[in-house]
T-cell receptor
Framework: QQPVQSPQAVILREGEDAVINCSSS?????VHWYRQKHGEAPVFLMI?????EQKGHDKISASFNEKKQQSSLYLTASQLSYSGTYFCGTVAGGTSYGKLTFGQGTILTVHP | DAGVTQSPTHLIKTRGQQVTLRCSPK?????VSWYQQALGQGPQFIFQYYEEEERQRGNFPDRFSGHQFPNYSSELNVNALLLGDSALYLC???????????????FGNGTRLTVT
């Protein structure tokens, strides 16, 4: 089943922060985050494994709450280059070889 | 280091026809996954190939089939095309060693298929 992302869209000014959430009804093995700019391929941001691990990538970080089967992506001091559609992808079940299922996406727009 | 390459970039077909899309994975990757992305939607998993066999399959009809070659490249075939098959088809490669859960997907730029 597809994970659910919220919000569907976010509009920011440069320097503002944003949080994108991803929820699943299934027990998750891991959560991936990708960003896709218009007309381009999705680009990998980070993977979080079950265990509540939090990762960071420049000013973009994420957390994974295994009990709630939720992940959040944090974008701080946003830059124009952060604009795009963000997708979470989840691998459910007890195996690390399950399929990666993507959410519907969150459109992030950063204005000057 | 070449990334994931897909061909063709655009394709226009008529209902009922058949189409073949091609993908070369990133150097060093042995696993290829195919996704269908409709406009404004997230990528939908079609299937995954590893060691020339289909390892995982999403909820797509048998009209969708694939193949992986010994050099890890892959093809996606769609028979009896429907208007609803119009979408961006993305190929993604990864390394199987640590499993899907631990291995980032590297996407190609996709093939835009239009069915008229």
């Amino acid at each position: 089943q597809q994970p659910v992302q919220s919000p569907q869209a976010v509009i920011l000014r440069e320097g503002e922060d944003a949080v994108i959430n991803c929820s699943s009804s299934k027990a998750l093995y891991s959560v991936h985050w990708y960003r896709q700019k218009h007309g381009e391929a999705p680009v990998f941001l980070m993977i979080l494994l079950k265990g509540g691990e939090q990762k960071g990538h420049d000013k973009i970080s994420a957390s994974f709450n295994e009990k709630k089967q939720q992940s959040s992506l944090y974008l701080t001091a946003s830059q124009l280059s952060y604009s795009g559609t963000y997708f979470c992808g989840t691998v459910a079940g007890g195996t690390s070889y399950g399929k990666l299922t993507f959410g519907q996406g969150t459109i992030l727009t950063v204005h000057p | 280091d070449a990334g994931v390459t897909q061909s063709p970039t655009h394709l226009i077909k008529t209902r009922g026809q058949q189409v073949t899309l091609r993908c070369s994975p990133k150097s060093g990757h042995d696993t290829v996954s195919w996704y269908q992305q409709a406009l404004g939607q997230g990528p939908q998993f079609i299937f995954q190939y590893y060691e020339e066999e289909e390892r995982q399959r999403g909820n797509f009809p048998d009209r969708f089939s694939g193949h992986q070659f010994p050099n890890y490249s892959s093809e996606l075939n769609v028979n009896a095309l429907l208007l609803g098959d119009s979408a961006l088809y993305l190929c993604a490669s990864s390394l199987s060693l640590t499993g899907t859960a631990n291995s980032p997907l590297h996407f190609g730029n996709g093939t835009r298929l239009t069915v008229t």
